[in-house]
């Protein structure tokens, strides 16, 4: 009996020492990120890799990290969206920094969104999640510079943002 | 929140320790002492031989000091809940604690009580207020030596609470913190009508410090049976429940004083049981 009594101690004392929900799971989906894909003007079916690509947001002077570079050189990138806010627009500069052939060219994209917190765990506490708008889900502009826009074409894919695993917008250049 | 919960862990650890080795050795030494004269029923040794002339059956009078159980209600108080209240300006509650007996070893026990919780986790600050009732039994597996009235006891209960909900503030978790710790979001979204059951074992010491005045603690293990979580929330604390966890396991305990309302009293005469009627079977 006494050693029944003094092993629940023992048990409820390990117990109070591993808390595994005290630190946010990298593995649990929290607040997404914008996943866009670039495809082939010429050839809509073919993904085609952007040179040098550099996402700003207007008000930020650091480009989004992506596969721990701020250059992009690939067919997809993720870009997060505000939480606080529901417009968020960036600066995409392909050739980023070049002054020759091929010139640095800016085009800004403003996503107009809705956002709904979700509750995640005790841990990671909520997370957003976004909706396109629907009427009015981006503007593409051309960039300070009156250069020709060197995205051709935008596409919504997907336009509720709930995770990462498949494309919400595609980019035609 | 774990640190301190491992400390009062430790601590009952230690105390649990104490308590069990001075239950065990008190008894040695009290055991020859007659009893007190308040039981009057002792027969005195020199009365001893007059009194088997009278008894009627021959059998019954073999040399055992007749034992005098007491039976009655027992109400207390948790006195952690009521401490706490002193220290943590985020806490408010008290349980009432009582016990009826129902035979040598077994008691029927409840337990009931209020709770006003605020959790002020890193990326969730919320108020947890309701109230809960717990029925079950409790054994006594302590053997006591004349009339002390000692309990060591594994138990059962089941838990219900009725409670509410407010989250007052949280935070966005961000893994890509491209626009920086965005300042957490009051929110003031209040949660009602919410309940949960649960299964609790319970291991429990409770000791007579003079008259009828005992002090005990009981340490829980909970199993949630039912839950009604809010809508985008969780319930992170329930009343009497305690804190939650990725599953449905949980802890409590609690630190009782206690007073005992004897009702009446059964004198144990141990019978010895003739061993005739087993060979006959």
């Given at each position: 009996m006494k050693k029944l009594i003094l092993l629940i101690f023992a048990i409820a004392f390990t117990?109070?020492?591993?808390?595994?929900?005290?630190?946010?799971?990298?593995?649990?989906?929290?607040?997404?990120?914008?996943?866009?894909?670039?495809?082939?003007?010429?050839?809509?079916?073919?993904?085609?890799?952007?040179?040098?690509?550099?996402?700003?947001?207007?008000?930020?002077?650091?480009?989004?990290?992506?596969?721990?570079?701020?250059?992009?050189?690939?067919?997809?990138?993720?870009?997060?969206?505000?939480?606080?806010?529901?417009?968020?627009?960036?600066?995409?500069?392909?050739?980023?920094?070049?002054?020759?052939?091929?010139?640095?060219?800016?085009?800004?994209?403003?996503?107009?969104?809705?956002?709904?917190?979700?509750?995640?765990?005790?841990?990671?506490?909520?997370?957003?999640?976004?909706?396109?708008?629907?009427?009015?889900?981006?503007?593409?502009?051309?960039?300070?510079?009156?250069?020709?826009?060197?995205?051709?074409?935008?596409?919504?894919?997907?336009?509720?943002?709930?995770?990462?695993?498949?494309?919400?917008?595609?980019?035609?250049? | 929140?774990?640190?301190?919960?491992?400390y009062i862990f430790s601590i009952y650890f230690v105390l649990s320790a104490c308590i069990l080795s001075a239950q065990e050795t008190g008894?040695?030494?009290?055991?020859?002492?007659?009893?007190?004269?308040?039981?009057?029923?002792?027969?005195?040794?020199?009365?001893?031989?007059?009194?088997?002339?009278?008894?009627?059956?021959?059998?019954?009078?073999?040399?055992?000091?007749?034992?005098?159980?007491?039976?009655?209600?027992?109400?207390?108080?948790?006195?952690?809940?009521?401490?706490?209240?002193?220290?943590?300006?985020?806490?408010?509650?008290?349980?009432?604690?009582?016990?009826?007996?129902?035979?040598?070893?077994?008691?029927?026990?409840?337990?009931?009580?209020?709770?006003?919780?605020?959790?002020?986790?890193?990326?969730?600050?919320?108020?947890?207020?309701?109230?809960?009732?717990?029925?079950?039994?409790?054994?006594?597996?302590y053997?006591?030596?004349?009339?002390?009235?000692n309990?060591i006891?594994?138990?059962?209960?089941?838990?219900?609470?009725?409670?509410?909900?407010?989250?007052?503030?949280?935070?966005?978790?961000?893994?890509?913190?491209?626009?920086?710790?965005?300042?957490?979001?009051?929110?003031?979204?209040?949660?009602?009508?919410?309940?949960?059951?649960?299964?609790?074992?319970?291991a429990g010491v409770k000791a007579?410090?003079?008259?009828?005045?005992?002090v005990g603690f009981s340490l829980?293990?909970?199993?949630?049976?039912?839950?009604?979580?809010?809508?985008?929330?969780?319930?992170?604390?329930?009343?009497?429940?305690?804190?939650?966890?990725?599953?449905?396991?949980?802890?409590?305990f609690?630190y009782?004083?206690?007073?005992?309302?004897?009702?009446?009293?059964?004198?144990?005469?141990?019978?010895?049981?003739?061993?005739?009627?087993?060979?006959?079977?």
């Open positions: 117990f109070s020492s591993c808390e595994k929900d005290d630190i946010c799971d990298a593995n649990t989906i929290t607040t997404p990120r914008l996943v866009i894909s670039f495809y082939d003007i010429s050839n809509s079916s073919v993904l085609k890799d952007v040179t040098n690509l550099s996402i700003i947001e207007e008000n930020e002077t650091e480009a989004v990290t992506f596969n721990s570079s701020t250059l992009i050189n690939g067919s997809t990138v993720s870009i997060p969206l505000k939480t606080d806010a529901d417009v968020t627009k960036y600066r995409f500069i392909l050739y980023f920094g070049s002054t020759t052939t091929p010139v640095a060219n800016e085009d800004q994209i403003q996503f107009n969104y809705t956002r709904e917190n979700v509750y995640v765990s005790r841990a990671c506490g909520y997370k957003t999640e976004y909706t396109l708008d629907p009427a009015n889900p981006f503007i593409l502009t051309d960039g300070a510079a009156a250069d020709q826009q060197w995205i051709k074409y935008v596409a919504v894919k997907k336009s509720t943002i709930t995770n990462e695993n498949e494309t919400h917008l595609e980019i035609y250049f | 929140m774990r640190h301190t919960l491992k008894p040695k030494k009290i055991a020859p002492v007659k009893p007190q004269t308040e039981t009057a029923p002792v027969i005195p040794a020199n009365d001893y031989e007059e009194v088997r002339k009278t008894a009627i059956k021959p059998t019954d009078t073999i040399n055992v000091v007749p034992k005098i159980n007491r039976y009655g209600l027992r109400v207390g108080v948790d006195v952690y809940k009521l401490t706490r209240m002193l220290y943590d300006k985020d806490y408010k509650g008290i349980e009432f604690t009582g016990d009826y007996r129902l035979s040598k070893k077994y008691y029927a026990a409840a337990e009931i009580g209020n709770e006003n919780k605020t959790t002020d986790d890193d990326r969730l600050n919320f108020t947890t207020k309701g109230s809960y009732v717990k029925v079950g039994f409790d054994y006594n597996a053997e006591n030596w004349l009339d002390m009235e309990i006891s594994v138990g059962l209960r089941y838990g219900f609470s009725s409670f509410s909900q407010q989250l007052n503030d949280y935070k966005i978790y961000n893994s890509t913190p491209y626009f920086g710790e965005v300042p957490e979001i009051s929110s003031g979204q209040k949660y009602n009508g919410l309940s949960a059951s649960w299964v609790e074992v319970v007579k410090v003079f008259n009828n005045v005992f829980r293990l909970n199993t949630l049976v039912s839950n009604k979580k809010p809508d985008n929330f969780d319930n992170l604390y329930i009343p009497g429940f305690n804190r939650t966890y990725d599953g449905s396991f949980g802890v409590g609690n009782t004083i206690s007073y005992f309302i004897p009702i009446y009293k059964k004198k144990i005469v141990p019978v010895i049981v003739p061993k005739k009627p087993l060979p006959k079977k």
